[in-house]
């Protein structure tokens, strides 16, 4: 039996996403509850931020042509703490204000506290001359009325909902979660919970691939049906599908994407769809399935994630998260890779991109954890990211390689 070519990342990429055309669902949420969601219309400001000019200290609002000569001595006319506004300034005076105050009429900087001093009766005296401008932010220095603040497609994190809410909006168009059914293929496979350890049959595993994909799924703003374990027979696994794609965008499998006896969802996809296996030129995660699982008047994506936990956990990083937000309208997919120095050697090239599980160092350089193996999710808890290591690439200590970050991936 020949063997397939193996298909470059690079290429299967924009294959897959090719396919995830952005749901029409919309939805108006509250902006306290939009965090992880994705903006379904351009955000534009109604007004100025701020919409007044203000004082960023407490001190005096005063005339800058007043005060040309350290300690000037001024009348202080007028008090205005924030949320109340003063009135017109004029030469000789000077007005109490308070941080977020708005600039009286006629005042053209503040001088802080410190650098004045309160004197008999109603008189302040200015032990330091300010240019004009000072302390003062200026009204739509942060937005100003008419502009595009967030973009449709833009990924909702708490400084965005900041910056919607410093615009007065309450609710926010954000894109229907897509609904993903979940499920995980293998006769081994136990839940935890279900089975304690120390009553474990011989061959029996606990199912811990669910618990991640289940996770990184809710993250990236889906709405999951957990289906649970499903046996490795060709009846369940295609009754299952077949009822999962009935009200959901994508069914998520893991296991079951190698090409042995056991592994039933080829045929069952095939069945009820069409389907694509892949053998990525990736390490971890060779196998990985797309397909389409049709229902009533149109189709439901498929995937299918190998079982190992660590290739699972990878190829989801690298193809499932980029096409669950794009199916949200998401426009930046892509993660970053960061240039990083490499505090160890990788001797033997693999003829595959590797996704090298490491961790910073104290000395900011990358340490290598010591066992690779695509089953050992240890790796993935002691790691803080991957170096993305180009096929066929030899990494000697003090190379520069490119790091992926965890937190921002599984963000
Ligand atoms: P498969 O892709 O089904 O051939 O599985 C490859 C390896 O991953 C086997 O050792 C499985 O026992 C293991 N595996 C499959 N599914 C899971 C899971 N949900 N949790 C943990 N290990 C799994
Ligand atoms: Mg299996």
Redesign the pocket.
Known sequence: MTRPPLLSLDDALPQLLAQARALTGVQSVSTFEADGRVLAQDVTAALQVPPQDNSSMDGYAIRVADCAQEGAVLRVTQRIPAGTHGTQLHAGEAARIFTGAPIPPGADAVVMQEDCEALEGDQVKVNKAVPVGQWIRRSGEDVTRGATVLSKGTRLSPAELGLAASIGLAQLQVSARPRVALF???D??VMPGDVAPEAMLAGA?Y????FFLRAMLQRLGCEVTDLGIVPDKRDATIAALRDAAQHHDLILT?????V?EE?HIKPAVESLGELNLWQLAIKPGKPFAYGKVNRDGGACHFMGL????VSSFVTFLLLVRPFVLALQGVTKTDIARTDMTAHFDWPRADKRREFLRVKRNAQGSLDLFPNQSS?VLTSAVWGDGVVDNPAGQTISKGDTVRFISFAEWLA
């Open positions: 995980s293929t293998g081994e496979l595993i199912n811990s691939n669910r893991s296991g079951g994407v190698s042995g592994d190998p079982g190992n936990p089953g």
